[in-house]
């Protein structure tokens, strides 16, 4: 207590020797007398000045009003705003032309402007500060004001002369600023000016027991140590619905973070609960930032992401605005990829999914972060679910190219079309795949992964024409026999012959019976009988599948060149051919499966 005792005294002193030095309000400002305006019965005295003020100025009039009718207008904006109501006395005062008023009007005028600008939001204040120093009567508007721009050392130090010119404020007036006053003296620790401005509370039916009563009592509690006091008093201010009570909610929450009474997701579910209390203000602003911070370390992605939102409507700096959306790129991708791990339940991925994409998928790197959700669909086997999540990835990204968000990725458009080929030929869907290939083939010809996966979809699609058509390169050996082996089921014999061979060139190896028996017929169907002795000639040494060395035997003893073949016995031999193949086809498959 001493020591509190000896702060005391040290800040009295401190204030006595810095007092403010003010000018001279006669040559600037008019006598500030609002008190009696206040008193007044606002109707009866706006009708009275009404009746004048129309019968001197005559309907129609568009000249600005006259000196007598001026006076009048100056009476009614100062009734006005002696009751608090601002935007009134505001479009009152516009209407008069100050330059024609004589000195002491526009003394008058000057004065109930600027108590009407130190009454502003705080965006405004500061140019208004600069015009009112030394303004002996506004002390008290002066010291509200540099409290609402938390600019507390000079608030502080304004103090003791706040409270000497109250009295010439109105009831509504102070009503108005008392809550900064006493907030400014409890942040300078001046509890002499404290205990006087909170008396005051109680001449005002708007302030007994108001929130912002209770949130300052409880902010006195708090800087004291009470801190069950503070409690008790931020319960019961935050039962209101004003900006106090919004605070009060806050303060609620971290002083339970601070004392470790309120775990991490009671903290954010109260702040979400909060957030639909109070908005369009610093305070709500506040209530966001705490909102993000807690949500991201407590990993509620939907909540984090809302309160960033909030805060990106409101930033006004590129800076800032950018790193925001830093924050939020952040969140997506620990979001995605908790999806993608099975962190989270697949159903809660996918409504939560939803939702943010609402707002977020135009932000740049949005499609490369969601891209895992399609991919996790489709390992699971949802793959039409895949299909389309991966094809309006793809739309979200071309789309906000032509919107000017960004420029789309080429490399990400690519693996997005891939996808959802891939997942539609999982879902046997090898029509729509080809849709989705033909145009990428035309827009990345040469590709490897879009022509391997257009021959597979080609293939079990059955389009041979096209098939037959596709010109490929670097296929690897599976493709490249899926593609002959489809050319060849669908009767298209020159392409198939021609597919077949380039698979002999290509990969001599692993060129087997069953390739040389296509091969073989392919080339009687053409006519082309060169190959037909190629193949028979190279047949024993190609496999050991059973039924190779017969077939060869068979195609080797006959003593007729291929060219002088009777049609009926070539087409027997060859139906002979796909007999042993189908045969061998299935010794090898019951092989590989053992």
């Known amino acids: 207590m001493e020591m509190i005792r ?22 600037v400002f008019a006598p500030l007398d609002l008190s009696s305006a206040g008193e007044r019965d606002l109707l009866v005295e706006r009708q009275a000045l009404m009746a004048r003020l129309v019968a001197r100025v005559p309907s129609g009039e568009e000249e600005p009003p006259s000196e007598a009718a001026a006076q009048l207008y100056l009476d009614l904006a100062e009734l006005h705003l002696a009751q608090m109501l601002r935007r009134e006395a505001a479009g009152l005062l516009s209407v008069i032309a100050v330059e024609d008023l004589s000195p002491e009007a526009q003394r008058r005028h000057r004065t109930l402007q600027m108590v009407l600008d130190l009454l502003s939001e705080r965006d405004e204040l500061s140019a208004v500060l600069s015009r009112s120093i030394g303004w002996e009567q506004g002390q008290a508007l002066r010291t509200a004001a540099f409290a609402r721009l938390d600019r507390h050392a000079e608030a502080a130090r304004l103090l ?26 409890l942040f300078a620790e001046a509890w002499p000016e404290a205990k006087v401005l909170a008396t005051r509370f109680a001449d005002h039916a708007e302030l007994r027991d108001s929130p912002a009563y209770r949130f300052l009592l409880a902010h006195a509690a708090e800087l004291s140590g009470d801190l069950l006091s503070a409690f ?20 609620l929450v971290l002083l339970g973070r601070r004392t470790e009474t309120l775990s991490l997701a009671e903290a954010v579910e109260t702040l979400k609960a909060a957030r639909w209390a109070w908005s369009g203000d610093e305070v709500a602003t506040e209530v966001a930032q705490y909102l993000a911070d807690y949500s991201v370390e407590h990993g509620d992605t939907r909540a984090a992401l809302w309160a960033l939102d909030l805060l990106l409507t409101e930033a006004t700096d590129p800076d800032e605005a950018e ?62 679910l895949a299909a389309r999540e991966f094809r309006t990835l793809r739309d979200v990204e071309e789309a906000s190219g032509e919107f000017g968000q960004s420029i789309p990725d080429r490399a990400m458009l690519l693996q997005l079309s891939l996808g959802e080929a891939h997942a539609l030929l999982a879902g046997g869907q090898a029509g729509a795949a080809v849709d989705v290939l033909i145009p990428l083939s035309a827009r990345h010809g040469g590709d490897g992964d879009v022509e391997r996966l257009l021959v597979e979809a080609l293939s079990q699609a059955g389009r041979s024409d096209e098939l037959a058509d596709l010109r490929v390169r670097g296929l690897d050996f599976d493709l490249q026999r899926r593609r002959a082996t489809t050319l060849y089921e669908n009767a298209k014999w020159a392409p198939a012959h021609e597919a077949l061979l380039e698979l002999w060139d290509s990969y001599p190896g692993q060129f087997g019976f069953s390739d040389a028996s296509r091969l073989i017929r392919a080339a009687h169907e053409v006519g082309n009988t060169d190959t037909v002795s190629r193949v028979a000639t190279a047949f024993p040494s190609l496999s050991d599948l059973p039924g190779w060395s017969e077939l060869a035997v068979t195609l080797k003893d006959s003593r007729t060149t291929p060219t002088e073949l009777d049609t009926k016995l070539m087409r027997s031999s060859i139906e002979n051919a796909d007999r042993v193949l189908n045969a061998v086809t299935e010794i090898t498959d019951s092989m590989n499966r053992e």
């Open 6 to 27: 000896l702060g005391q005294i040290t800040f009295a002193s401190f204030l006595l020797l810095t007092s403010p030095v003010f000018g001279q309000d006669s040559a």
């Open 160 to 185: 003791p002369f706040a409270i000497q010119t109250l009295d010439a404020l109105s009831p509504a007036i102070r009503a108005a600023i008392l809550p900064d006053l006493l907030e400014a003296a």
């Open 232 to 251: 008790d008093g931020y319960m019961r201010a935050a039962e209101g619905r004003d900006a106090h009570a919004q605070r009060a909610r806050l303060a």
């Open 323 to 384: 790193a925001l959306r830093d924050r939020a790129r952040d969140v997506l991708e620990a979001f995605y990829e908790a999806g993608a791990t099975g962190e989270i339940a697949l159903g809660t991925y996918l409504e939560d999914h939803a939702v943010i994409s609402l707002r977020w998928r135009f932000l740049d790197g949005f499609a490369e972060r969601a891209a895992v959700l399609p991919q996790t669909l489709l390992d699971t086997g949802m793959t039409a």
